[in-house]
């Protein structure tokens, strides 16, 4: 059985937009922060070898960067890694290896998260990552937290899922004050 982890870099606000996104006046807020300890925290959340679920949009930013990124340890592995993408439009998916959710993403991510097989990350893809915590298949969720409130973006979580709960595992700080938390998905949250 694989693991589902969901890497997001985050404000202290909840805030995940960022620079790949069209039209959001903070674009380069992760920019300052960036170290060679958090590159190392990144590949090691990720892992050598794993898979990739994404949304369409977060596919398509990417598309368009990685390919091109030459030759890094990170570019290397997001590369290499299979893509599975929830898309209506599978026809279009040219960086791969790559592969279509289908018409129930859900049932489909069931099914793959019951292979054998390398871990999937999640990246960016608000949209999925609020119905993966929402079905329970998430395993571990990795915040990148850094030390700016932006009051406005795109946010973490969707409003319109249940709440839920986690456990905390660890936590590390990078010299540029960001903080990389790792927790555990326990369930619906107990009122």
Not at 18 to 31: I, K, L, M, P, V
Not at 73 to 96: C, F, M
Not at 154 to 162: C, E, H, M, P
Request: with cysteine; net charge negative.
């Amino acid at each position: 059985m694989r693991t589902i982890r969901i890497i997001e870099h985050i404000s202290l606000d909840g805030v995940i937009q960022h620079e790949n996104d069209e039209n959001f006046a903070y674009g380069d807020w992760t920019t300052p922060y960036r170290s060679p300890a958090g590159l190392e925290a990144v590949m090691e959340a990720q892992g050598s070898v794993f898979d990739l679920l994404l949304g369409r949009h977060t596919y398509d930013l990417w598309a368009a960067y990685w390919p091109k990124a030459g030759n890094s340890p990170i570019a290397n592995r997001l590369n290499a890694a299979t893509k599975y993408v929830a898309t209506h439009r599978p026809d279009s998916l040219e960086w791969g290896p790559v592969g279509n959710l289908g018409a129930d993403n859900i049932e489909s991510i069931r099914g793959l998260k019951s292979t054998d097989g390398p871990d999937l990350i999640v990246w960016g893809s608000s949209t999925l990552t609020s119905v993966l915590l929402d079905q329970g298949l998430a395993d571990e969720v990795v915040l990148l937290v850094y030390p700016v409130l932006l009051g406005r973006g795109k946010r973490f979580f969707s409003d319109s899922v249940d709440p839920c709960e986690l456990a905390f595992v660890s936590t590390k700080v990078t010299s540029t004050g960001v903080l990389i938390n790792t927790f555990r998905y326990v369930g619906p949250l107990r009122a």
